[in-house]
T-cell receptor, first 113, second 111 residues
């Protein structure tokens, strides 16, 4: 049962196109995250958010940007996609109090030709 | 930042076998989680276990925080256990709570 939703699941797009990966959660979590994962590799944090109007860059530098206008919504945008952006993007969320247990979405697999 | 090392990197098991996966970390932690990533890429949280021992069906986990390691046990493995197992930790000194992931252990369970 998914409480965090990512769309699209798969996207193949040409170089130079603008893309937005959507992430929504219904759990009322304050914290949200975007991780990037290349096939067979570990996850790297690229963006995170404490709450509405709060966004921070993660440990891995990324050309993508994020916004947090609503608690439940944390979209990621690439203004001009390039082949180097080909990867899986995983969205996650967690509560701001108590144990910081992450719940992940199913991921968005992006291929830039 | 905190370093997370998982071993072994790959594991092939016959159905019914038992196995142990290990996660070593370089600093004190206040959060440790084990995840299973299925072949379709979905990450499922298995355990939140910053210390102590927990069991969930055929899976169990133990974290010895003072010695900076955690173990994940898979008993009577099934083909559905295949996938990548990740350990993720949050450093005690991290005021925000960012998880650092290890490189994972790829598990293949054969019939």
């Amino acid at each position: 049962e998914a409480d965090i939703y990512q769309t699209p699941r798969y996207l193949v797009i040409g170089t130079g196109k603008k893309i937005t990966l959507e992430c929504s959660q219904t759990m009322g979590h304050d914290k949200m995250y975007w991780y990037q994962q290349d096939p067979g590799m570990e996850l790297h944090l690229i963006h995170y958010s404490y709450g509405v109007n709060s966004t921070e860059k993660g440990d891995l530098s990324s050309e993508s940007t994020v916004s947090r206008i609503r608690t439940e919504h944390f979209p990621l945008t690439l203004e001009s996609a390039r082949p180097s952006h080909t990867s899986q993007y995983l969205c996650a969320s967690s509560r701001s109090s108590g144990a910081n247990v992450l719940t992940f979405g199913a991921g968005s697999r992006l291929t830039v030709l | 930042g905190i370093q997370v090392e998982q071993s072994p990197p790959d594991l092939i098991l016959q159905e019914g076998a038992n196995s142990t996966l290990r996660c070593n970390f370089s600093d004190s932690v206040n959060n440790l989680q084990w995840f299973h990533q299925n072949p379709w890429g979905q990450l499922i949280n298995l355990f939140y276990i910053p210390s102590g021992t927990k069991q969930n069906g055929r899976l169990s986990a133990t974290t010895v925080a003072t010695e900076r390691y955690s173990l994940l046990y898979i008993s009577s493995s099934q083909t559905t256990d295949s996938g990548v197992y990740f350990c993720a930790v949050e450093s005690l000194g991290d005021s925000w709570g960012k998880l650092q992931f290890g490189a994972g252990t790829q598990v293949v369970v054969t019939p």
